[in-house]
């Protein structure tokens, strides 16, 4: 790719960089690969099945003339001539209004029931992310790959072809005979070796994601003058031995298992000790640990490493996913609630280690590779047991250690807390004795209305002591108030009036159970008295609402009240609501006064009476023992909340499951067919050797069997999926540029015997990925130029066969990271708690909003950051940062105006660009504005700028300053993408 590097004019300079950021050859727009994973895996599956039939080309009549087979058939839409899909708006899209059965003479599919709920929520989802879809006009025929497709077979062991012609240098490694070979066949030739300079940046990038040092660059370009071979090999062994290394490959593995820190859905709440698995990963990528060893440990890192918290934090991966922790209780939903939470770490499963979309076969046998149902059931018997959540991960001598400092005071705590159930026992059952026949004169509270006379008294304060709510008889914290009333008393001088009104200048006051950071006056006490329904206090500790009257006032009435709406029909309690109270009063503030209770009404139920009359029946002394009692074990509390904690990790919880595992008629957890186990998969019958686990198998041996049938050296499928995800990090795009799936839908492999090759390199190598990556990182199809000719540009636009190296943008966190080292202000601390670009409002659901200005704290590599499902991060989000709501083993590239403009005038760019002036400054204060040119360039690009650049961007700096210079440089092509 050539890349502007002429400067001509100061205005040509800023024009010419900014616009260069985007200035990329065009291409059609093709969908985000997140959502077309989300098309073949939830939607395509239910349209070939239900719609085909009726709305395809090969359809024996196309009913109402509408197409559902390809994207320009539903955009046509039918005899209507309407898009049966409009993209981003479910509810306006006729063929979600359909499937809902909202119009009787369109409910589809026709003379059927109508379809789960949970694939109607898919395709209302798919629709509203914009209904991305693949096929581009041909419909899908009716083939389907069976146990003979390619990926299915063992691996072969292909010979390296011999070619004529072949040049000596490409003769050396197989890579590169079968690299020829397929060239040669296509007429083709590779391109000569890239220049000293650009393989430095090239590898650099690729291997650590970090721009070379101009030192580091100078000291390449002088060895490969003397030896090329020698410098490249060196080259390659610094930066695989790079603790820099395990942060770039650990970012793109944390693509492809889907790794986010928040739970997504609804509430998408941040999850805060889900970093250590990123830790864990670059670790195991730096120490090159064995990956069959590494997928083990993912799936059973508990059962192999117990008690070693280094291993035991793998087990991350099957709760990295989103799930939905809402906790509806209605067994239906409840239960498709469960089916999709385990459906996460299923497609997870069989995406990352077997490149298969196994989840198409949740509803049915898969509709295009050879994967039958109870295959997605075997996997799900082996996940049955997991729990999201945290759960302890220490090592032996931690726990022991924790015992120890614990013990004692456990055994304290335990003591004291005899003692007191001792006296409460007494007092219960004096309780019990004192309800017998106790007869009330007043009904229970009424969350609806409640309201209490006594008699007039003077008041200027008024105090509402709550002991207990509907749901909890010893306790009235976390219930919740709408509204509270204190009428004064009718006098011949005026009407009664809600002296408690914030109309009449009162004042409410009192602790809340709940805050929320965007609304500090939500939930709070002032909402109980104005004068309207709706919001209401949420109750804390201690449960009192104290009012002050605008002046003292005559009262004889209180009224409280817990109802969203005045209309008697809707009228309904929200959340619980206080059943045991009493109303104080006081003229001073200091001095108490009970004027009334609930301690006449019936009670709430009878375990709040047998709580009421515990008050009543406890003497003195026992009070006085239960008081200290409790003081003492506080005083023992704390002292336990003083040992340090053992550390938890969001790393699953696992128990043996309770229920067994049922084929489910078309996915529906409500039709359970035969029973399932967990064992191995039908699918892959020829390359792995079978396993049958029993129904009574322990949950942990579950998951290490599948783990280990997976990553068995047998296992050809896994070994051609892990060997082309690196040859896709090195390339751009992989051997199957379909790197999560290697069934048939997606792609065909472009060198199927060189794929076979570095599986069996893999294997070879211990299935360690430094070794390989070596033996791709030496050969000439990686070394050579990525200089663009028209006759491979005729024959292989994309350069998948390789006739030059394919040049690429840096992705988002590249760019980032790039933009803090020439500045000089990468901070390179490695691992523990990512930092924020964002902030993040926690209530019910969260809430993300994207930083305005990026500290100090937030000048760490990219992997570090903590990314949020569904948040918007500045800068790494225009540059095509995946949401890690679905995995993404293939990023999107796009090229939009935004890009350009948030390069160009982000506070961050700004930034930077006066730290890289002053880094500039700092070291030439008092050289001439030349010498500052070729320092800048220095730093950016690492090479000198021509007599031409020099001399236009001199003239921009005496025009504009250094910082203007510097800002330019940092959105310049150059800088931008790697050759």
């Known amino acids: 790719m050539n890349h502007p590097r002429s400067i001509y004019a100061c205005t040509a300079l800023v024009i010419t960089l900014v616009t260069a950021a985007t200035a990329v050859v065009a291409e059609a727009p093709k969908p985000d690969p997140a959502g077309v994973a989300f098309f073949e895996q939830k939607v395509r599956p239910v349209l070939v099945e239900h719609c085909y039939e009726c709305h395809s080309a090969s359809a024996k009549k196309v009913r109402g003339g509408l197409l559902l087979d390809s994207r320009p058939g539903w955009q046509k839409g039918g005899d209507s001539m309407t898009p049966a899909i409009v993209p981003g708006d479910p509810a306006r899209s006729l063929l979600i209004r359909s499937i809902r059965h909202e119009t009787e003479d369109l409910a589809m599919p026709p003379k059927k029931p109508k379809l789960p ?51 000596a240098a490409w003769a050396e490694s197989p890579i590169d005979s079968f690299i020829f070979a397929k060239l040669a066949a296509e007429g083709l030739k590779p391109n000569p ?69 928040s739970n997504g859905f609804e509430r998408n709440f941040i999850i805060d000790d889900l970093w250590p698995f990123r830790d864990y990963v670059i670790r195991s990528l730096n ?40 906790g509806n209780q209605d067994p239906v939903a409840k239960a498709n609630i469960r089916a999709a939470t385990l459906d996460d770490p299923i497609t997870a499963t069989a995406s990352a280690f077997l490149g298969l979309t196994i989840n198409c076969a949740r509803c049915h046998n898969h509709k295009f590779d050879p994967i039958p149902a109870e295959d997605y059931y075997r996997i799900r018997a082996a996940f049955e047991g997991i729990e999201h959540g945290r759960r302890v991960v220490a090592s032996k001598q931690e726990r022991e250690e924790y015992t120890a400092a614990t013990k004692t005071l456990n055994q304290d705590r335990a003591r004291l807390t005899a003692e007191k159930t001792k006296i409460e026992a007494e007092i219960n059952a004096r309780a019990a004795t004192a309800a017998a026949g106790r007869k009330f004169s007043r009904p229970k509270v009424d969350p609806r209305e409640t309201a209490d006379r006594f008699t007039p008294i003077e008041a200027r304060y008024a ?41 009449a200048g009162a004042t409410a006051t009192g602790a809340r159970s709940r805050q929320a950071a965007d609304f500090p006056d ?52 929200t959340g619980e609501t206080p059943c045991e109270y009493e109303l104080q009063t006081s003229l001073d503030g200091k001095q108490w006064v009970t004027v009334t209770s609930g301690a006449d009404r019936e009670p709430w139920s009878p375990e709040h009476g047998l709580q009421r009359l515990r008050r009543e029946v406890t003497t003195e002394n026992e009070r006085t023992a239960l008081a200290k009692l409790d003081r003492d074990l506080a005083a023992v509390q704390a002292k336990l909340d003083a040992v340090p904690p053992l550390r938890q990790v969001w790393a699953g919880k696992f128990n043996q499951p309770k229920d067994k595992t049922f084929l489910q008629k078309g996915g529906d957890p409500m039709k359970p067919a035969a029973e399932v186990t967990a064992g191995s998969l039908a699918v892959l019958d020829r390359v792995a050797p079978a396993y049958s686990l029993s129904a009574e198998t322990p949950e942990s041996q579950r998951r290490l069997a599948l783990a280990n049938w997976i990553a068995s050296d047998s296992n050809a499928l896994v070994l051609r999926v892990l060997a082309n995800r690196v040859w896709h990090y090195h390339f751009g795009t992989g051997i199957v540029d379909t790197p999560g799936d290697f069934g048939y839908l997606g792609g065909q492999p472009t060198h199927p015997e060189l794929l076979d090759w570095l599986a069996g390199r893999l294997l070879h190598h211990g299935w360690k990925l430094k070794p390989l990556h070596r033996e791709i990182l030496l050969s000439q199809a990686y070394l050579q130029s990525s200089a663009s000719r028209d006759d491979g540009s005729k024959k292989d636009k994309d350069a998948r066969l390789l006739w030059r190296f394919p040049p690429r943008r840096l992705a988002a966190e590249e760019i980032r990271d790039t933009m803090l080292a020439v500045s000089g202000k990468l901070n390179t601390t490695p691992g523990g708690p990512g930092f924020r670009l964002y902030r993040v409002m926690q209530d019910n659901v969260s809430t993300y909003f994207p930083l305005d200005k990026h500290g100090p704290e937030t000048y760490r590599r990219a992997v570090y950051h903590q990314n949020a499902r569904a948040s918007v991060v500045d800068l790494l989000t225009e540059y095509d940062l995946p949401d890690t709501a679905f995995a993404a083993p293939r990023r999107a590239r796009t090229t939009s105006p935004l890009q350009a403009l948030t390069l160009l005038n982000h506070s961050f760019t700004i930034d930077m660009a006066a730290a890289l002036a002053d880094r500039v400054a700092g070291d030439l204060d008092r050289r001439s504005t030349a010498e500052k040119v070729d320092r800048v360039y220095s730093f950016v690009f690492q090479r000198a700028p021509t007599d031409d650049e020099r001399a236009a961007a001199v003239k921009l700096v005496e025009m504009h300053g250094l910082k203007a210079l510097c800002r330019a440089m940092l959105n310049a092509n150059e800088l931008l993408f790697v050759e």
């Open 287 to 326: 120490e090159d640990k064995p990956f069959n060893r590494f997928i083990v440990e993912h799936l059973a890192g508990d059962v192999v490493g117990k008690d070693d918290p280094s291993v035991e934090v793998a087990t991350a991966f099957i709760v990295a996913g989103p799930y939905d922790d809402v």
């Open 522 to 573: 939500a939930y709070g006490p002032q909402l109980t008295i104005d004068g309207k329904l709706g919001e209401q206090w949420f109750i804390g500790t201690p449960a009192e609402l104290t009012i002050t009257f605008a002046k003292a006032e005559s009262i004889d009435r209180l009224v409280f009240i817990n109802t969203q709406s005045v209309d008697p029909s809707q009228k309904k309690a």
């Open 193 to 261: 070796p890239a220049d000293a300079r650009v393989l430095v940046r090239r590898m650099t990038y690729d291997v650590i994601g970090l721009p070379p040092t101009q030192a580091e660059t100078d000291a390449f370009i002088a060895a490969y003058t003397i030896d090329p071979r020698k410098a490249v090999e060196a080259l390659a062994d610094r930066l695989l031995a790079s603790p820099h290394y395990g942060e770039q490959w650990g970012r793109h593995w944390l693509d492809v298992v889907r790794f986010g820190e």
């Open 117 to 167: 709920d949970g694939v109607i929520a898919d395709l209302s989802a798919w629709v509203k992310m914009g209904a991305p879809d693949p096929r581009d006009g041909t419909a899908a025929t009716a083939k389907r790959a069976d146990k003979d497709w390619w990926s299915l077979q063992p691996l072969s062991k292909p010979v390296p072809p011999a070619v004529a012609d072949v040049p």
């Open 463 to 503: 105090k509402l002591i709550l002991h207990a709510h509907t749901g909890n008889p010893r306790s009235a914290a976390g219930s919740r108030l709408g509204e509270v009333e204190i009428w004064t008393a009718e006098s011949p001088a005026g009407k009664s009036f809600n002296a408690a009104a914030a109309s």
